[in-house]
Nanobody, 122 residues
Framework: QVQLVESGGGLVQAGGSLRLSCAAS????????MGWFRQAPGKDREFVAV????????YYADSVKGRFAISRASTRNTVYLQMNSLKSEDTAVYYC???????????????WGQGTQVTVSS
């Protein structure tokens, strides 16, 4: 089992930046791909970004391309989401997730963190 803990959320003005972190611990027997998802009030959880275990494959939602960047530490136990040029519509609870395939579908991620709130004020 993999445990995931997000951090770095908070309140930021539109146009500002935040860096989210996801610390992973637990089983290391499987190389996990890591993704970021978000859920805004009244909406379904949606894909934000994903990175393969070796860092070689990255995908972003159209809504965040050019503004967000996903990366992982060399130790591969921490995944980051650098969020720049934040907009009010980025306001959501952000979740990190671990899965066995590189995908944009939340259905293919096996482990989830508890989420961290990101609020962008206009």
């Amino acid at each position: 089992q993999v445990q995931l803990v997000e951090s770095g959320g908070g309140l930021v003005q539109a146009g500002g930046s935040l860096r989210l972190s996801c610390a992973a611990s637990g089983s290391t027997s499987v190389d996990y791909n890591m993704g970021w998802f978000r859920q805004a009030p009244g909406k379904d959880r949606e894909f934000v970004a994903v990175i393969s275990w070796n860092g070689g494959v990255l995908y972003y939602a159209d809504s965040v391309k050019g503004r967000f960047a996903i990366s992982r530490a060399s130790t591969r136990n921490t995944v980051y989401l650098q969020m720049n040029s934040l907009k009010s519509e980025d306001t959501a609870v952000y979740y990190c997730a671990a899965g066995r395939v590189v995908t944009v579908s939340k259905d293919y991620f096996d482990y989830w963190g508890q989420g961290t709130q990101v609020t962008v004020s206009s």
